[in-house]
């Protein structure tokens, strides 16, 4: 089974960065998909980005699209996400996920029940 770590969150004022990292292990598949989500208190999980091994391809959410970046060191089995110019409304406990599929945020977008393998969440507060 994948299990996945979520690390890097913490307090930041607007406009600065921060970034998140993702440890993973467990793959059986070199086709695998990487999700990032988040979650505001009372909110549902909303998926913010996602990357497709097999095509190289990432998808992020019109939210976050040109602020926040995805990148990976394969060698240490960690994904990053890059986020830059927080808003408050980015606060948010944020979520890796994980599915041994190729090509899934292509076929359904990033969307919570495609992934079943999840991290235990960083929490991310953005002050005004």
């Not at 990487?34 to 990432?58: E, H, M, N, Y």
């Not at 019109?62 to 927080?86: E, K, W």
């Not at 190729?102 to 977008?109: A, I, K, Q």
Request: aromatic share 12%; net charge neutral; proline share 2%.
């Amino acid at each position: 089974d994948v299990q996945l770590q979520a690390f890097g969150g913490g307090l930041v004022q607007a406009g600065g960065s921060l970034r998140l990292a993702c440890t993973a292990s467990g793959f059986t598949s070199a086709d695998y998909t990487i999700g990032w989500f988040r979650q505001a208190p009372g909110k549902a999980r909303l998926g913010v980005a996602c990357f497709q091994r097999s095509d190289r391809t990432t998808y992020f959410d019109s939210s976050v699209r040109g602020r926040f970046s995805i990148s990976s060191d394969s060698t240490q089995n960690t994904a990053y996400l890059q986020m830059n110019n927080l808003k408050p409304e980015d606060t948010a406990v944020y979520y890796c996920a994980a599915r041994d599929q190729t090509n899934v945020c292509e076929v359904f977008g990033i969307q919570t029940g495609s992934f079943g393998s999840w991290g235990q969440g960083t929490q991310v507060t953005v002050s005004s």
